[in-house]
């Protein structure tokens, strides 16, 4: 069975904090990662693709560890606006989209 | 920007009624797809298409169906809507969404079956 596992929080922040968390996903020939964002009654967003050797976007870092097959989501000096629903998304098909498998996604929230 | 436009975002149908969720995408993107959203459940693929008049089921197509008749509309239609496809519905449209791509969603239809 294909899945993919998050911790649905939610994630209490005070602003200016770091937060992480992770994502598993059974699949190890999955190919393709990503973290979509989706806030409160809205549409789910691209945030970043995670690639093998990590990536980061201004205070965002996602990371990739294929051996343990988990991605990890990191985000410094935390803001107001970066509360909201994270969801992990793995390309565990052929490589075509029908092949994305979204978690459940993990709430959190930014205390002022 | 590319722009997925879902024609109603709040729909009350009653158990039995014929629903038609409209989307439509203005980047000329060849793959478009449905999804339907639930609290504790995620996101589940419904149906998709990689190109005009061309459908494949996805997770969970059952009673459900879709029509692709031109490369920007892609529909999804409940023949007989029950109380349990309640929920919010998403489309989405791709370029290509496998290595690198990127999904484009509407801001869903919160359908509600009495």
């Known amino acids: 069975r294909k899945e993919v596992e998050q911790d649905p929080g939610p994630f209490n922040v005070p602003e200016g904090a770091t937060v992480a968390f992770n994502c598993t996903y059974s699949?190890?020939?999955?190919?393709?990662f990503f973290w979509y964002r989706q806030d409160c009654r809205k549409e789910p967003k691209l945030l970043m693709s995670v690639y093998s050797s990590g990536n980061e976007d201004g205070r965002f870092t996602a990371q990739l560890n294929r051996a343990s097959q988990y991605i990890s989501l990191l985000i410094r000096d935390s803001k107001l606006s970066d509360s909201a629903t994270y969801l992990c998304v793995v390309n565990m098909g052929g490589g075509g989209a029908d092949g994305l498998t979204f978690g459940k996604g993990t709430h959190l929230i930014i205390q002022p | 920007d590319v722009k997925v436009t879902q024609s109603s975002r709040y729909l009350v149908k009653r158990t039995g009624e014929k629903v038609f969720l409209e989307c439509v995408q203005d980047m000329d993107h060849e793959n478009m797809f449905w999804y339907r959203q639930d609290p504790g459940l995620g996101l589940r693929l419904i149906y998709f298409s990689y190109d005009v008049k061309m459908k494949e089921k996805g997770d969970i197509p059952e009673g459900y169906s879709v029509s692709r008749e031109k490369k920007e509309r892609f529909s999804l239609i409940l023949e007989s809507a029950s109380t349990n496809q309640t929920s919010m519905y998403l489309c989405?449209?791709?370029?290509?969404?496998?290595?690198?791509?990127?999904?484009?969603f509407g801001e869903g239809s919160r359908l509600t079956v009495l």
């Open positions: 699949n190890s020939a999955s190919q393709s």
């Open positions: 989405a449209s791709s370029l290509w969404a496998g290595a690198t791509g990127e999904l484009f």
